[in-house]
């Protein structure tokens, strides 16, 4: 017969939530900051082509 499982605690469910949240924001300004590197033309690992024609 299926037993209910027990129900997760608000502090538990709040710290994953932020965990993953902080990964998230973590990725985004990474991502934020290669950007601006490649628009200034400083991008050192990001490998790219210019489009001289357009």
């Known amino acids: 017969m299926a037993v209910p499982k027990k129900r997760t605690s608000k502090s538990k469910k709040n710290s994953r939530k932020a965990t993953w ?3 998230a924001d ?3 300004q990474k991502a934020l900051s290669l950007a601006k590197s ?3 033309g ?3 690992s990001f490998i790219y ?3 001289e024609d357009e």
């Open 21 to 23: 949240k902080k990964k």
């Open 26 to 28: 973590k990725e985004a």
């Open 38 to 40: 490649v628009l200034r």
């Open 42 to 44: 400083q991008a050192s």
């Open 49 to 51: 082509t210019l489009n």
